[in-house]
């Protein structure tokens, strides 16, 4: 039987958990978070599927690619848009409340960048029940989870470049652990949380397992693509759902007027926006001729949201919006089987590259992506650890894990990390954002090679052992500066435009690639960027 130890306990790693549990493995999910708070909760507007005679799957194919800008890769992409409904009908058949049509059918509605109705949708809510449906499958199946578990480092046999296992921080106990396993899934989302408050991401999406894989010996690829979704909460940055545009809701300047297509692709729209926020003016998203009792039911979250966080009603207001920081196209890079480029160390969900959504993601795709990917990789984990045991010897990394925690206890807390945090954000929003130049690139490398000198003086003010969250938010803080100068170098590296990745003073293109920009770590700690074929 094998051992599989999934890190990350959202929608990806969740899905992969009973894959790998249907296999006959041994799943162990590891978190740092627990299971109903993970990213997935925020996902609103739906999960595509070709269900009716209505749409085919090779439109479905045809928008992905489209949206991608020429980086998604085809074989990838019709293997996941040829399992969605499959995908669709396992979610079904384990309990996933589907919103339902006149006919009892699954609702579907259209989202940007769609040539037809297709998200299949549970309200709004439709990641967070089917979050919440996943967690009650792995509760039922026996899946053992280990909650409070900051991941530090994966366990790598650097001779033989198989992953052993990884280690963690207790955040409980303040205890340093090892999980050895036969197979690792990296299930840890993406790095939204470092553009900070102009993310519609939690604090969690910190990157942490991107920065454990990179410093393991995986490669990054196309980490310069974020996408920002064109309609966020203009005084928080919460997103509102596609799902209010897909309803039919409009994009409104200052003067009234609808300015562009708002189904068009996010990073279309999202710069629109931005243009038209730039010139001086607001911009609202308006859903109010659509009624108190369609947003009633279809949209009720939405109404929340903002007269929760933004003191207005759209059933009688416009809503005041803004793009935010939203989505990390860009991930470890995994073959068709979802492994990295470490033996036994798979990858899926957000913190993936599994090349289904190249510059640009076609808003639906992701819970999609979670679930088709996730049973995927669950199985072959599953499989490869059964046919290739890993190494019980000794491997050093928790005793050096072990000496890192002990040691950052000495850092001095002459600078606040959480100010440089800040800084990190507003500049990256600034200028590693929807809009993007060569001086500005190289301005925020500069800021953040310095923080990289700083970081031993930037300790975390809280001396003690037991449940301390400075210690690990000064972690997660170093996960981002490393991130941060990965994203910087790739994006300075790729001089045109492509989806998200605008650059004012490069082309636009939009032609077929074959390859990406990869990122991998030297010996030394030198960052060497390639591009693979």
Not at 45 to 60: C, K, Y
Request: with cysteine.
């Amino acid at each position: 039987m094998a051992k599989v130890l999934i890190i990350g306990s959202g929608g990806a790693g969740l899905v992969s958990a009973l894959s790998a549990h249907e296999k006959g493995a041994e799943v162990i999910v590891a978190s740092k978070t627990l299971p109903t708070r993970s990213q997935t909760s925020m996902a609103q507007g739906g999960m595509n599927a070709v269900l009716g005679s209505d749409d085919a799957i090779e439109n479905h194919i045809e928008d992905t690619l489209r949206s991608s800008a020429g980086l998604g890769d085809e074989s990838q992409i019709t293997f996941m848009c040829e399992r969605a409904p499959e995908a669709l009908r396992w979610c079904d058949s384990i309990g996933l409340p589907f919103s339902r049509d006149e006919s009892g059918e699954i609702a579907r509605r259209r989202l940007g960048g769609a040539s037809a109705p297709r998200a299949c949708y549970a309200q709004d809510y439709t990641g967070l029940k089917l979050l919440h449906t996943l967690y009650d499958q792995c509760l039922k199946a026996g899946i053992e989870f280990k909650n409070d578990r900051f991941l530090l480092n994966l366990s790598v046999d650097k001779m033989t470049n198989r992953v052993l296992g990884a280690s963690f921080l207790h955040v409980e106990t303040g205890e340093v652990e090892e999980i050895r396993a036969d197979t690792v899934i990296l299930a840890t989302g993406g790095y939204g949380a470092l553009y900070g408050k102009h993310s519609t991401n939690s604090a969690q999406a910190s990157g942490d397992g991107l920065a454990a894989a990179v410093r393991a010996g995986a490669r990054l690829a196309d980490m310069e693509f974020i996408q920002f979704h064109p309609t966020a909460l203009k005084g928080s940055s919460i997103l509102i759902s596609e799902s209010a545009r897909g309803a039919g809701g409009y994009l409104l300047n200052a003067e009234n007027e609808r300015f562009t297509d708002e189904l068009a692709p996010r990073d279309i729209v999202a710069r629109a926006i931005h243009d038209e926020i730039n010139r001086g003016g607001s911009v609202y998203l308006d859903i109010r001729h659509l009624g108190e009792a369609f947003i009633n039911h279809e949209l009720p979250q939405e109404r929340k949201l903002a007269q929760l966080y933004e003191g207005v009603d759209p059933v009688h207001e416009r809503i005041p919006i803004k793009p935010s920081a939203h989505y990390s196209m860009g991930g470890i890079e995994v073959n068709a089987d979802c492994m990295s480029s470490v033996s036994g160390l798979f990858a899926v969900g957000e913190c993936a590259n599994h090349k289904t959504h190249g510059a640009n993601r076609l808003g639906g795709n992701s819970l999609l992506e979670l679930v088709v990917f996730g049973r995927h990789c669950g199985a072959k984990a599953a499989e490869y650890g059964a046919k290739n045991p890993a190494s019980s010897a000794d491997n050093p990394q928790l005793a050096k894990d072990t000496n890192f925690v002990r040691g950052v206890m000495y850092f001095t807390n002459q600078i606040d990390f959480y100010q440089k945090q800040e800084m990190l954000a507003n500049i990256f929003y600034n200028n590693v954002g929807l809009v993007r130049d060569d001086m500005g690139l190289k301005a925020v490398l500069g800021a953040i090679r310095q923080m990289q000198k700083e970081l031993p003086f930037m300790g975390p003010r809280d001396k003690s052992k037991v449940c301390n969250s400075n210690l690990v938010e000064f972690i997660e803080f170093g996960n981002k500066v490393e991130l941060a100068e990965i994203i910087v170098v790739s994006a300075i590296s790729r001089v045109e435009s492509r989806g998200a990745h605008y650059r004012l003073d490069a082309p636009i293109r939009n032609d077929r690639m074959f390859g990406a920009h990869t990122i991998t770590w030297k010996e030394d700690g030198v960052l060497c960027a390639d591009f693979i074929q």
